[in-house]
């Protein structure tokens, strides 16, 4: 029994010595949100290579894949620094950043950051079948992926019937990935 718990104590001094070394010298709570956001703006970009669109979403094959912040954007340079010079399946990405969205908005990632849950999940609906790939951080809203944190781990859930509705495949290494996963209808 000693020896467990020592391995306990030893993985959990490890763990915290990576935490600390890996952290700045700043707020606790701003260095959370801060990796916390790096995280997620990672995520958003490595999603694309685990999603198929149809054609007709890009205009040409060296079309970028154009990733949307709609709203109040809580990345600020972490999304820039992490797409910087990266490309998805032979695409260069773009970052636009909008404040307000219509329909025909030119995006293949959309990302609906901490709006309220109800405005979050009338532009979902509004977006059904738009081609977009909507990722939010509101869960329950109805957007094809959503973030969630837990035991302080950036995660996420999939609602693969949305992708259907919105004309995307999302590839099943992705989808062993989720926390939990709403199934496309069985044909």
């Known amino acids: 029994m000693e020896i467990l718990s020592t391995s306990w104590r030893l993985a959990a001094a490890a763990l915290a010595a990576v935490w600390l070394a890996l952290a700045p010298a700043t707020g606790a709570a701003a260095e959370a949100g801060s990796l916390e956001y790096?995280?997620?703006?990672?995520?958003?970009y490595k999603f694309a290579a685990y999603v198929e669109w149809p054609a007709s979403a890009f205009t040409s094959p060296a079309s970028p894949l154009?990733?949307?912040?709609?709203?109040?954007?809580?990345?600020?340079?972490?999304?820039?620094?992490?797409v910087s010079g990266q490309r998805v399946n032979g695409r260069p990405v773009a970052?636009?950043?909008?404040?307000?969205?219509?329909?025909?908005a030119d995006c293949h990632i959309l990302y609906l950051g901490q709006s309220s849950p109800q405005l979050a999940a009338q532009t979902?609906?509004?977006?059904?079948?738009?081609?977009?790939?909507?990722?939010?951080?509101?869960?329950?809203?109805?957007?094809?992926?959503?973030?969630?944190?837990?035991?302080?781990?950036?995660r996420?859930?999939?609602d693969d019937d949305a992708a259907a509705q919105n004309g995307l495949v999302i590839s099943s290494k992705l989808l062993d990935?989720?926390?939990?996963?709403?199934?496309?209808?069985?044909?």
């Open 66 to 82: 154009k990733l949307c912040v709609v709203g109040e954007d809580p990345f600020g340079a972490l999304l820039d620094q992490a």
């Open 124 to 154: 979902v609906d509004a977006l059904r079948g738009s081609r977009m790939l909507t990722v939010s951080d509101a869960p329950g809203v109805g957007a094809v992926v959503s973030f969630i944190v837990r035991d302080r781990r950036v």
């Open 177 to 187: 990935l989720a926390l939990s996963v709403k199934p496309r209808p069985s044909r």
């Open 156 to 158: 996420f859930s999939i």
């Open 95 to 104: 970052i636009q950043r909008l404040k307000s969205l219509a329909r025909d």
């Open 38 to 44: 790096a995280i997620k703006a990672n995520y958003l």
